[in-house]
């Protein structure tokens, strides 16, 4: 199945880097593309922008077959992995059978020590998203565009990355026989470089921040340069971001089929946010959860905090910043889903809080200490707005709160720099007991 490539290099070639495959790809209950904006629909394809507005892409589903307990029933006895959720997602129904590396179904973990210290008793959930094959959230984004990608006739994965993104794509196309070629800012966390590059794919340092890796990228994609490339958050954005949505699905199943009232989600490009949204609403129209209000908390670094600067000065469109902060996975100064994260925070009653750097640290160190998960920076930076919701009444203590782990910690061990041995002793009693420990 070939894919054509747009020969012209006008800006909307550029945008839509090749030609939409029209009518023979299988990719489940996708139906189309529709415009987020004018809600113009086009055909399943490697396109991300709409050719009337530019407004963003995204799959549009026909669930309309679906009984509600014939598809819990569905859902229940599948795999341990995303892709119990198959019916709701842009993938083939024999997707469990393919190379791919089936992430998800993580730990939704109690969190009462977290939750006494903090003083929640509505019940505090961690969903611990550093358990997938690549210790982050991004395997879910990835295994859908590798879908996408296969079924595009793709033969090589690519992306704009903060670090984590070109971990899990650099496994994915190992596992499924790709080449890679991933684009990162050349001054990532050490970890995330080593386990970017360990797969065996290209890594390629830019000199210049996450956004300036972004431009680079959509440049490549109207360039002969990028032919048969599948970029998963450029040209198949539209299928990445669906990855998102099982968080949801998730998070809803491991409580008992029930919506929690309250999630705090990362911010980076906005993309997580919106969709775990976007799954939320599904459950309760397909009527897998009982519908009753849920908020949606955004939770962003100061140092990179473009959302939560437009939310709290009331505004609708959000500026630009660069980045200056130690939670580079978040570091995206030009979220593209940053307005559409208002509307959800303000349509659900939620908010969008920032924290600081050394809030961020306290706040890695008290998810340790309290329920021994050892979070990445972005986990800091969920717990910590979650503790400073709290402190300024905006998260309601009573109610059910789930909040997002959504990486490990031993990609950015320079966060907690310092931490270590206790003491350094002879190897005797004596020696022991002096320094104070016996
Ligand atoms: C990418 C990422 C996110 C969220 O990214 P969005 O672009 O907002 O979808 C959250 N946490 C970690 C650790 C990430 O790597
Ligand atoms: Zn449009």
Redesign the pocket.
């Known amino acids: 199945m070939a894919v054509q490539t747009a020969a012209t290099s006008t800006d909307s070639a550029a945008a839509n880097s090749a030609t939409a495959n029209s009518g023979s790809v299988d990719l489940g209950p996708a139906a189309a593309l529709s415009c987020r904006e004018c809600g113009h629909r086009v055909p399943l394809g490697p396109v991300f922008a709409c050719e009337e507005c530019f407004g963003p892409l995204e799959i549009a589903y026909d669930f309309s077959a679906y009984d509600t307990e014939e598809l819990r029933r569905r859902i229940e006895s599948g795999p341990a992995n995303i892709w119990r959720y198959a019916p709701l997602l842009p993938v083939p129904a024999d997707v469990a059978g393919k190379p791919n590396l089936n992430p998800g179904w993580t730990k939704l973990v109690q969190a009462d020590n977290l939750a006494r210290e903090l003083g929640v008793t509505g019940g505090l959930y961690v969903k611990d998203d550093s358990g997938n094959p690549t210790h982050?959230?991004?395997d879910r984004?990835v295994a859908q565009a590798l879908e996408a990608a296969r079924a595009f006739g793709f033969t090589t994965l690519s992306c704009s990355s903060?670090?984590?993104?070109a971990g899990a794509v650099g496994a994915a196309a190992a596992r499924a026989g790709f080449r890679s070629c991933v684009f990162i800012p050349h001054d990532l966390e050490q970890g995330k470089v080593v386990m970017a590059a360990v797969y065996g794919g290209d890594l390629v340092g830019i000199q210049g921040n996450y956004d300036d890796v972004n431009r680079f990228c959509s440049e490549l994609i109207g360039d002969p340069a990028g032919e048969g490339w599948g970029f998963v958050n450029v040209n198949l954005r539209p299928y990445y971001?669906e990855g998102?949505k099982t968080l949801a699905y998730e998070i809803c199943e491991q409580l008992g089929w029930r919506l929690p009232d309250q999630i705090v989600v990362?911010?980076?490009?906005?993309?997580?946010?919106t969709?775990i949204d976007k799954g939320l609403q599904e459950l309760i129209k397909l009527g897998l959860v009982e519908d009753r209000p849920y908020k949606i908390f955004g939770a962003q670094a100061e140092g990179c905090s473009p959302v939560s600067t437009a939310y709290k000065d009331g505004h609708d469109v959000v500026r630009p910043q660069k980045p200056d902060t130690i939670a580079k996975?978040?570091a995206?100064g030009n979220?593209a889903?940053g307005p559409y994260v208002l509307d959800i925070a303000r349509r659900t009653g939620g908010a969008v809080e920032d924290v600081d750097d050394a809030e961020i640290v306290d706040a890695i160190r008290l998810l340790a200490r309290t329920e021994g998960i050892f979070a990445?920076t972005?986990?800091g930076v969920t717990v910590g707005v979650t503790r400073k919701l709290i402190k300024n009444g905006l998260l309601d203590p009573e109610k059910t709160t789930v909040v997002?782990n959504?990486?490990d910690g031993l990609k950015t061990l320079d966060a907690v720099a310092g931490t270590g041995l206790t003491a350094t002793i002879r190897p005797s009693l004596d020696a022991f007991r002096e320094a104070g420990l016996a």
């Open positions: 982050s959230f991004k984004v903060t670090g984590n993104l971001a998102s990362p911010i980076a490009s906005g993309s997580q946010l969709k996975s978040l995206i979220p889903d990445e972005a986990g997002l959504t990486g």
